[in-house]
């Protein structure tokens, strides 16, 4: 059953970027997700058992609910003659502690309009995260913690 609802949502993905959902490209997206989860099905299994599809699913709306209304500020923001910013760099304090969770969040901020991950530190406690307009640096902090960093521990239990 899980097979199956993981082909579906990279069926979805799929569709979504080659930016067609004709019959056609569904089922040839169907197809490609059946072979990738088929090379790839013990690999997964073994590296994230207790994967949570669901969580998963959720945390890719999120992001996209995301990326669409960051980039919807950012263009509003491009187009205003009075663009009163303030950007900085903040140190954003890390619950999650596996390499594959920080570069996911890592990775979910970065391709955010308006937010950019610099770096992360050697202990990988801290990642420093740039954003377009930094005026209240500890909303940011909240925004990720109770957004993509959240969605992200739920999906990838330990």
Sequence with gaps: MTFIIANLCLTLVWAAVTGSFSP????????VGALSLALVRERLVAAFPAVRLLKLLLLTVVFFRELWLSAFK???V??????????GIFAYP?????????TLLANMITLTPGTLSVDVS?????????????RDPAAERRGISTGFERLIREAFPL
């Design 94 to 102: 890390l619950a999650l502690t596996r390499d594959f969770e920080i």
């Design 24 to 31: 056609h490209n569904l089922v040839l997206g169907f197809a």
């Design 122 to 134: 050697d202990d990988r406690k801290t990642l420093y995260v740039h954003a377009l307009d930094c």
């Design 74 to 76: 950012v263009a509003v």
């Design 78 to 87: 491009a187009v205003r003659r009075d663009m009163q910013l303030r950007p």
